[in-house]
């Protein structure tokens, strides 16, 4: 579904490059992380003539898009995750790493793990992924975790699910409401995401499990700084998902930027910079982030081993072919890239933060290795936009996908259908895709939610 590249002008080729390894030996490839972006970097070597190593934190490959899912009880966390050394039991150049990368010595060419180990390369390649970013308010973590990583899913469900039971203990209707008031802030495919399916839980999963109070009565809140929702998308298709999340009973709150959060709620201002400025207090126990994204710390890291300039977000900025100026041998790619694509006779354009974009990374990465072992020149990044999509809840989503003969943007049930599909068929694994499967349908027809498990009751929202 990618757009067809115009002109025919030619980019000039990377130069060439021999590897340092000593005659014979085989190349070792070092690669940080196993998102999107390591993994299929890793594959791409598969049956080549290298020893490649994948260092991560955490031992499993996590399907982000899908994340919000485990977060609100729709999906097991087994569902969207996978074991990294499962995913490797076939190549067998590959060893797989538990740990953490604190240290890189460019020019000794090694990178040391929290655990002192030094891990020497030939080639590096960077896929560490991004993080939260509250805009210089990290003291609102506390209070209003984000959604990267299955402990953060876990976090949430768990504040989610405990706020509904401190409502049901609650006598007094001021603290009720608090507690049934949930604030998702970031109208971005995470926020859009997360608030539709908290009111689809509040109005059809938890109905006649409560004697004290009606779950239906929550208040989901979405609270955008920006004046649309979805902004990466055209603006008809923006107002769409505004009107089917109202249909859900999301409350929009659009040009609202967020001053403070504490244990009892947040602060906002609205109409900002404007004669009509005005805070308002939302009084509420359950605030979900998803407002901000930020590179991963690693990327300071690489920068201060190479000299690489960082932009705003604490992204690495990257040469065209995704390596690092005066460090050929080093690649980063994915969320913690600043890559742009380079399409022959078009201007070089910013790569989107999706998954998509950091799969052709790791691939594009990898490739350029191989050439670089064989003493060929380099080839320059080329992204290929597969669209975007968001799912608001049963029956409403919204598709903007590039076609050859312009784009196709369609909501409502048939862009509903078309990312369940989407979402099926990039899910890790045949099992995966066959629970999902199974699980998607067993809600759709009982509206029932079966990973409603707390691991810690001991701190309900108070």
Request: glycine share 10%; net charge positive; hydrophobic share 45%.
């Amino acid at each position: 579904m990618g757009m067809r590249a115009a002109g025919g002008a030619a980019l000039p080729m990377m130069p060439r490059m021999q590897a340092p390894s000593p005659a014979g030996a085989r190349v070792r490839v070092v690669i940080v992380g196993c998102g999107f972006g390591g993994l299929e970097a890793a594959r791409a070597l598969a049956g080549a003539p290298v020893d490649v190593t994948v260092v991560e934190k955490t031992n499993h490959h996590l399907f982000q898009p899908l994340l919000y899912q485990v977060a609100t009880a729709g999906l097991a966390a087994p569902s969207i995750a996978a074991p990294a050394r499962l995913l490797f039991r076939r190549q067998p150049n590959v060893t797989t790493l538990l740990g953490e990368v604190t240290g890189i010595d460019a020019a000794a060419r090694s990178v040391q793990l929290a655990d002192g180990e030094r891990l020497a390369y030939d080639h590096l390649i960077v896929a560490a992924g991004a993080t939260h970013s509250y805009f210089g308010h990290d003291d609102w973590a506390v209070h209003a975790p984000g959604l990267k990583t299955l402990a953060d899913a876990f976090e949430i469900r768990r504040r989610v699910l405990l706020a509904f039971e401190a409502a049901e203990r609650e006598h007094d209707p001021a603290r009720r409401r608090a507690l049934l008031t949930f604030v998702v802030i970031g109208a971005g495919p995470t926020g859009v995401e997360m608030a539709g399916t908290l009111a689809e839980i509040a109005r059809h999963t938890l109905t006649g499990e409560f004697r004290r109070i009606t779950p239906a009565d929550a208040e989901v809140l979405l609270v955008e700084g920006g004046a649309r929702v979805l902004q990466a998308m055209p603006p008809a298709l923006s107002e769409r998902a505004r009107e089917q999340l109202q249909a859900l009973g999301v409350r929009v709150r659009l040009a609202a930027l967020v001053t403070r959060i504490d244990a009892e709620g947040l602060d906002i201002t609205l109409d900002a910079n404007t004669p009509q400025a005005r805070t308002e207090r939302i009084a509420s126990r359950c605030i979900t982030w998803a407002a901000g994204v930020a590179a991963s710390p690693l990327g300071r890291l690489v920068a201060g081993a190479t000299g690489a300039t960082l932009d705003r977000a604490g992204r690495v900025q990257v040469q065209p072919d995704l390596s690092l100026p005066g460090h050929p041998e080093i690649s980063v790619v994915g969320d913690l890239a600043a890559a742009m694509s380079h399409v022959p006779g078009q201007p070089p354009k910013p790569v989107p933060g999706v998954s998509p974009g950091a799969k052709q990374m790791g691939r594009c990465a990898a490739a350029n290795v191989l050439a670089r072992i064989a003493g060929q020149a380099t080839q320059p990044f080329r992204y290929r936009d597969w669209g975007n999509l968001a799912t608001i809840g049963r029956h409403s989503a919204v598709a903007d996908v590039p076609t050859p003969f312009g784009p196709l943007r369609f909501s409502g049930y048939f862009a509903w259908l078309f990312w369940l599909f989407v979402h099926i068929f990039f899910l890790i694994g045949f099992r995966n895709r066959l629970i999902v499967l199974m699980d998607w349908a067993s809600a759709y027809w009982t509206f029932r939610r079966h990973a409603r498990v707390v691991h810690d009751v001991q701190a309900p929202p108070k």
